[in-house]
């Protein structure tokens, strides 16, 4: 793989994050999309400086973000940004928020960026080359039994997504009292990666949240499967991503419950 797609994308996802702090924890402007969603001026310009880049880069190359949608070329190579994952926290001063950047090569990713600004922790994995923060390895936790598992999830804001996710919080909580939701998927990917979390879940799956943790995912040795058990492809509308243990089968078993 060539070095410049992760030069480019760690210049992005810095750049960005730099840009997103200027605004944290200040009045800033937001307006609500048709599904009460947030977006805030430090979404666009993050926004910008990372498409400023990368077509600067690699002109012919296609771009799915989330605020600016798909812009579309011939290309094999698609890049999924979400240029401030966890805007909802980051709008009410909760310093859980992300950069993500993601490449994809057929529909298949072959590298991912994440950016924690407010620690500097930077994620990132290419295929078949592991995943690092920091620039250190990392791997997912060895844990395997549920009542041990830390469980994250995420879901989208129709009304059968929630009802749903509500349902398998319920039993989860009932297993043990370690559930939490979070609000950053890609950033709660990267805490399957690095061992600090279990499992990951998300009902309603948008490429841009996940393409560069699903990839961080695999790489440091985890496992993620849409909800029938099935490997995770970009055209997923589910993701269930864990350490790879017992643990995937067993949370799987109540998921499908539901």
């Known amino acids: 793989m060539s070095n410049k797609f992760l030069s ?6 810095k750049k960005a994050g730099k840009t997103i702090m200027k605004f944290y924890g200040k009045v800033i402007k937001k307006s609500y999309k048709k599904d009460r969603s947030i977006v805030t001026e430090a979404d666009l310009e993050a926004e910008k400086v990372i498409l400023d880049i990368i ?4 002109p012919n190359h296609a771009i799915l973000s989330e605020e600016a949608g798909l812009q579309d070329s011939d290309s094999d190579f698609l890049w999924c940004v979400d240029p401030l994952d966890g805007t909802t926290n980051f709008s009410m001063k909760n310093p859980f928020f992300n950069v993500s950047i993601a490449l994809l090569k057929n529909k298949e990713p072959i590298l991912g960026v994440v950016y924690y600004p407010p620690q500097d922790e930077l994620f990132h994995s290419e295929l ?3 995943a690092y923060l920091n620039n250190k390895p990392i791997k997912v936790s060895s844990k395997n039994s549920m009542k041990a598992a830390i469980f994250t999830f995420c879901n989208s804001r129709d009304e059968e997504a929630r009802k749903k996710v509500g349902k398998i919080y319920g039993e989860l909580k009932l297993t043990n009292n370690y559930v ?12 399957v990666a690095s061992g600090r979390v279990e499992t990951f879940f998300m009902i309603g799956v948008r490429s841009w949240d996940v393409a560069a943790g699903w990839i961080m995912v ?8 849409d909800f029938n058990g099935n490997s995770f492809t970009f055209d997923s509308k589910n993701l269930l991503a864990t350490n790879g243990t017992k643990i995937h089968d067993d949370l799987l078993e109540i998921i499908k419950k539901y």
């Open 8 to 13: 480019v994308a760690t210049k992005a996802a």
């Open 55 to 58: 077509k600067k880069s690699f």
């Open 128 to 130: 078949g080359k592991g």
């Open 180 to 191: 939490r939701q979070i609000g950053s998927a890609a950033l709660e990917l990267c805490m």
């Open 218 to 225: 695999k790489e440091a040795g985890g496992k993620t499967t």
